[in-house]
């Protein structure tokens, strides 16, 4: 079971911060780079937190869209070095396919519906491994 007060959402989406700030830690990256969030979410688990879901996913390539969250949980336990590694991994995949991104072109509109896939895919994780009484 997983405590709310010791979740943390790292996230440079608005609406995934506006929806659930009130309700769980965010830590909000004000830009539309998500090597921001990756890099933030790794610094986390150097402190000791733990990923709840994986940072590469969805169905979308990290070159697709600007917008990511990433779920992680305090711990009291040291490095989760399979955490670290993952997290890296996805780092590194973020850096192969960036060098292809196209995302400065992207309308209005297509960020508005990348930052709803985002939102839908926290959300989905959170109702279904955290209950809303915790």
Not at 59 to 70: A, F, V
Not at 86 to 99: C, R
């Amino acid at each position: 079971m997983y405590r709310r007060a010791l979740i943390l959402i790292t996230t440079n989406n608005e609406k995934v911060s506006n929806k659930f700030g009130n309700d769980y830690s965010i830590d909000f990256i004000e830009s539309e780079d998500m090597m921001q969030v990756l890099t933030k979410s790794r610094d986390y688990i150097h402190s000791g937190y733990k990923l709840l879901t994986h940072p590469s996913s969805g169905s979308l390539k990290p070159n697709q869209t600007p917008y990511k969250s990433i779920i992680l949980y305090k711990t009291e336990e040291s490095i989760d070095f399979e955490n670290l590694n993952l997290i890296e991994n996805s780092i590194e995949i973020f850096k192969k396919f960036n060098k292809d991104a196209q995302i400065g072109t992207l309308t209005e509109k297509i960020k508005n519906d990348f930052q709803t896939v985002d939102l839908s895919l926290i959300e989905g994780c959170l109702n279904k491994y955290i209950p809303i009484y915790l």
